[in-house]
Nanobody
């Protein structure tokens, strides 16, 4: 089992920034970020292809969030700026295994491994 270790969550005020990290232990074909609030479905936030670095963003994240990767460290990052109260959720990173060619990185079904989640709380 590939372990994904997330960090960087916390309690911030609206307008502040957070940088989430997701450290893996093996090569990945892609990494995605999803979030979930109580009583709501898990929703896509952002994703990046490990080879080539193509990026994808949910409409709610576009212009505020930036996803990046460090191939040497097998680590992905999600820089979140201009945070809003509606961004409050548990954020999960996910990885698609090497050798897998995900078609739609916005779908949680494309990922094989998941992190434990990190809480992001944005106060108004």
């Amino acid at each position: 089992q590939v372990q994904l270790v997330e960090s960087g969550g916390g309690l911030v005020q609206a307008g502040d920034s957070l940088r989430l990290s997701c450290a893996g232990s093996s090569a990945m074909s892609a990494m995605g970020w999803f979030r979930q609030s109580p009583g709501k479905e898990r929703q896509f936030v952002s994703a990046i292809r490990w080879s080539g670095g193509s990026t994808y963003y949910a409409d709610s994240a576009k212009g505020r969030f930036t996803i990046a990767r460090d191939n040497a460290k097998n680590t992905g990052y999600l820089q979140m700026n201009s945070l809003k109260p509606e961004d409050t959720a548990v954020y999960y990173c996910a990885a698609a295994a090497l050798g897998w060619s995900p078609e739609d990185l916005r779908s949680s079904h494309e990922y094989h491994y998941w992190g434990q989640g990190t809480q992001v709380t944005v106060s108004s």
